[in-house]
Every structure is written in C-alpha cells, then in structure tokens.
C-alpha cells in the first residue's frame, strides 16, 4: 500500500479492511445484546458514518430503522466548539425508541455532546452511542462511549468515510497523516581554487550528514559520458579549460534540487562566477529554497599546484596538466574569487584552513556547519 496525497498533505496505511470489519462485527454483536427483541432506530450521523453504517447494517441480524443526521462544526477564526444541525429528524422518529447513534470518530467530543442534547430533547426511550473509532487522549468529556469499534491514539486519520477537508472519504482504509519531519540542513557552498580539496571534503560531508552532493564537474562528466545534449555542449568547453555557459550547469542543477526528499545541498564548482551566484539564488528562490553559507577552503598556490600535478599524473582527470592548471587558476582569481564578496555581502561568508590531513579539514568543515545550523535554529 501506498502513500496518498490529499490536498498536499500526505498520508499513510494505517488500518486495514481486515481491522475495520473486525471492529464492526464486535459492535454489530455488541448493539445486538443491547437490542433484545426491540428494534433499533439508528441515527447515522453525516457525512462520515456514511460507509461505516452501511457496512454495520449488512452485519446487524435484528430488526432496525435507519435515520440520517447531520450536524455542521464552526470552523470560525475561534474554535468555540458550537455545532449547528443541518438535517433533522422528526421527533416521533425518536420518541420512546431505542436509539443508537453512529458516530465515525469521537474526538474532543463536542460533536457527541451536542448530538445527546438535541436528541435527548425529542425523548427516546434510550439513547446509546457507538462510534467506529475513539480517541481517548483527545477525548474532554466525561459521558461514555456505550460502544467502541476501536480507540485509537491522537492522530488525524482519514478514509472509510472520514474526510480531510472533504478528500479521502472514499478511500476503502483507514489512513494516518504522515508526520513531515524532514530535518532540513543547511543548503551551502563549498568553495576554492582548483585542487582546495573540495571534492573531497564534499564526499565525506555528504557522507557523515546525509546531503546531496553537487559537484558540476562530476555533473558534466556524467551527461558527457552518457553523450546526452547538455554534455555534448558541454564538453567542447571543458576541453578548452574554459567554463560552461550557465544555461547548461543551471539545466543540470535544476534536475536535482527539485528533489523534494533533499535534505540539504552542498555544492561543489558551482558557482564559478558572480553571474552564476545571481542565477542560483534565482533557481534556489524558485524552489523554496536558499544558499546558507559559502565556505571557503584555503590553500596556498605552490601546494595547490603540486596537488594537481600529482593528480594529473595519476591519469584521473585528463584535465590536469600543467597548462590548463595555469589557465583554471587565472580563472579562478579573475572570475571566480569575487563570488566571496558576493556572499560576504549577504553575511554567508566562512573560512576554513584547507592545509593539513583530510580529517583534520572535515572536522574544521564540520565545526563550521554545526554554528550555522545552531544559528539558523535560534
Ligand atoms: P469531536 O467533536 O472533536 O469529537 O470531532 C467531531 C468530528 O471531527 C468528527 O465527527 C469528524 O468529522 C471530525 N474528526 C475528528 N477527528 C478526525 C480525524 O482524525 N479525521 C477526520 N475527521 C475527524
Ligand atoms: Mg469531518
């Protein structure tokens, strides 16, 4: 069984047809030992005992009448608890009969107080109550329930007659609202020149807090590897060492953070340039989202270059090779170094020391990340 959506909230399985018609059955059996040889007049309460007394009547083996009620809550700026009746029934339906009412659900139980007063007016002989679920935590009265199909804890529940703003009735289980309790994380940057170690620390972040990773590089090595149209495009860029024009990367980008089940995102050479920055605060603000920090991994130039030199001879990524190191650093000072005074602008600018063991900068990253996480909690 699936997840349902209704009106954008979700919701899960909860009680299955099994539950429900076993529940039912006890309180056919139950409502038939209180009926002795007196036939029982029900008073189906509207909307939402609609399938559940239908389903009750084809189990109930005595004679019975059937009576259909309904009464509307306020749903007014104050939940006052007022309920109005909007279809009656006649008082000699009622008077000196056996009545049992059929609620759905008793929650506060303001609906059922209301119900007992308005018929208790019009003299029945008895007036039970049975109601196919119960929540007892909720539930601010002191009148019990005559008769319970099933209690259950305090959650909002939907189907077999039980709505959410009208949705769901139709549904043939019961199903539970989904409690959303995403934690998000911070959404943010990881940022230097070619050989910092981003990559790297991006893996082990991704890793240790379960957020996506968005490393542009290994996004355009993908579409080119798999030949798609933006690789295509882009590749004949990257073997030049120069960037990829923003439509493509934004085009890329944009596939991934529509996810809804991402946590947080690091992302890892992108953006490149101020521009860049411009466009994903644009594409992040469509989705609901925003940049929470850049943080910048410092490394000196003669140990980046030697970095990449090593890199380039391990034959990992045909890009590394003295002349085209040049040209990214030039880049990266001319085009790429003014997107911190961008975020700095925005007070999201952080600084780590990118010098010594991978561990040691993970956990410089990671100390970094929790202050602004705790930040944003506050
Ligand atoms: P009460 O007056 O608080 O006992 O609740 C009365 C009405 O609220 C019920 O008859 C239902 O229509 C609605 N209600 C209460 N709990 C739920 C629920 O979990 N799902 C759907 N409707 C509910
Ligand atoms: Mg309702």
Same mark, same amino acid.
């Not at 070619?194 to 993908?222: E, M, S, V």
């Not at 063991?357 to 996480?373: A, F, G, T």
């Given at each position: 069984?699936?997840?349902?959506?209704?009106?954008?909230?979700?919701? @899960?399985?909860?009680?299955?047809?099994?539950?429900?018609?076993?529940?039912?059955?006890?309180?056919?059996?139950?409502?038939?030992?209180?009926?002795?040889? @007196?036939?029982?007049?029900?008073?189906?309460?509207?909307?939402?005992?609609?399938?559940?007394?239908?389903? /009750?009547?084809?189990?109930?083996?005595?004679?019975?009448?059937? @009576?259909?009620?309904?009464?509307?809550?306020?749903?007014?700026?104050? #939940?006052?608890?007022?309920?109005?009746?909007?279809?009656?029934?006649?008082?000699? *339906?009622? &008077?000196?009969?056996?009545?049992?009412?059929?609620?759905?659900?008793?929650?506060?139980?303001?609906?059922?107080?209301?119900?007992? &007063?308005?018929?208790?007016?019009?003299?029945?002989?008895?007036?039970?109550?049975?109601?196919?679920?119960?929540?007892?935590?909720?539930?601010?009265?002191?009148?019990?329930?005559?008769?319970?199909?099933?209690?259950?804890?305090?959650?909002?529940?939907?189907?077999?007659?039980?709505?959410?703003?009208?949705?769901?009735?139709?549904?043939?289980?019961?199903?539970?609202?989904?409690?959303?309790?995403?934690?998000?994380?911070?959404?943010?940057?990881?940022?230097? +020149?070619?050989?910092?170690?981003?990559?790297?620390?991006?893996?082990? /972040?991704?890793?240790? /807090?379960?957020?996506?990773?968005?490393?542009?590089?290994? *996004?355009?090595?993908?579409?080119?590897?798999?030949?798609?149209?933006?690789?295509?495009?882009?590749?004949?860029?990257?073997?030049?060492?120069?960037?990829?024009?923003?439509?493509?990367?934004?085009?890329?980008?944009? $596939?991934?953070?529509?996810?809804?089940?991402?946590?947080?995102?690091?992302?890892?050479?992108?953006?490149?340039?101020?521009?860049?920055?411009?466009?994903?605060?644009? *594409?992040?603000?469509?989705?609901?989202?925003?940049?929470?920090?850049?943080?910048?991994?410092?490394? +000196?130039?003669?140990?980046?270059?030697?970095?990449?030199?090593?890199?380039?001879?391990?034959?990992?990524?045909?890009?590394?090779?003295?002349?085209?190191?040049?040209?990214?650093?030039?880049?990266?000072?001319?085009?790429?170094?003014?997107?911190?005074?961008?975020?700095?602008?925005?007070?999201?600018?952080? $600084?780590?020391?990118?010098?010594?063991?991978?561990?040691?900068?993970?956990?410089?990253?990671?100390?970094?990340?929790? #202050?602004?996480?705790?930040? $944003?909690?506050?």
């Amino acid at each position: 069984m699936k997840d349902i959506k209704l009106h954008g909230k979700t919701f @899960e399985p909860y009680i299955t047809k099994e539950q429900i018609e076993a529940a039912i059955r006890k309180l056919s059996h139950e409502i038939e030992n209180y009926a002795k040889d @007196e036939t029982i007049v029900f008073v189906v309460v509207l909307k939402g005992s609609f399938i559940f007394s239908a389903d /009750l009547a084809k189990h109930y083996q005595k004679n019975a009448t059937f @009576e259909f009620y309904r009464l509307k809550s306020y749903e007014g700026t104050q #939940s006052s608890g007022e309920v109005k009746v909007l279809v009656d029934i006649d008082d000699q *339906l009622i &008077e000196g009969k056996k009545v049992v009412v059929l609620e759905d659900i008793v929650d506060t139980g303001n609906t059922l107080i209301k119900i007992i &007063e308005e018929l208790g007016r019009k003299n029945p002989a008895d007036l039970k109550i049975a109601s196919l679920f119960f929540k007892p935590t909720a539930y601010t009265k002191n009148r019990p329930i005559d008769f319970v199909g099933m209690e259950i804890p305090n959650e909002f529940i939907v189907g077999y007659g039980l709505d959410y703003d009208e949705l769901g009735r139709n549904l043939p289980i019961i199903y539970k609202l989904k409690e959303e309790k995403k934690e998000k994380m911070i959404d943010f940057i990881l940022f230097g +020149p070619p050989g910092a170690g981003k990559g790297t620390q991006a893996k082990i /972040l991704k890793d240790k /807090l379960g957020l996506t990773y968005i490393a542009t590089g290994d *996004l355009f090595r993908h579409h080119i590897k798999n030949q798609t149209p933006l690789g295509k495009k882009a590749k004949a860029y990257i073997d030049k060492g120069d960037f990829v024009p923003d439509e493509i990367t934004i085009d890329m980008i944009k $596939e991934i953070i529509s996810d809804p089940n991402v946590k947080g995102i690091i992302f890892d050479g992108f953006p490149r340039t101020v521009r860049q920055a411009e466009s994903l605060d644009k *594409l992040m603000a469509e989705k609901g989202l925003i940049i929470d920090a850049l943080i910048a991994l410092n490394v +000196p130039e003669e140990r980046l270059i030697k970095r990449l030199l090593n890199r380039g001879a391990t034959g990992e990524r045909s890009d590394d090779n003295e002349e085209t190191i040049k040209h990214r650093l030039d880049l990266y000072h001319q085009k790429t170094e003014p997107v911190k005074d961008y975020y700095k602008k925005q007070n999201k600018f952080y $600084e780590v020391n990118g010098v010594g063991d991978i561990e040691e900068v993970n956990q410089r990253l990671l100390d970094v990340i929790n #202050s602004i996480q705790l930040r $944003e909690e506050v």
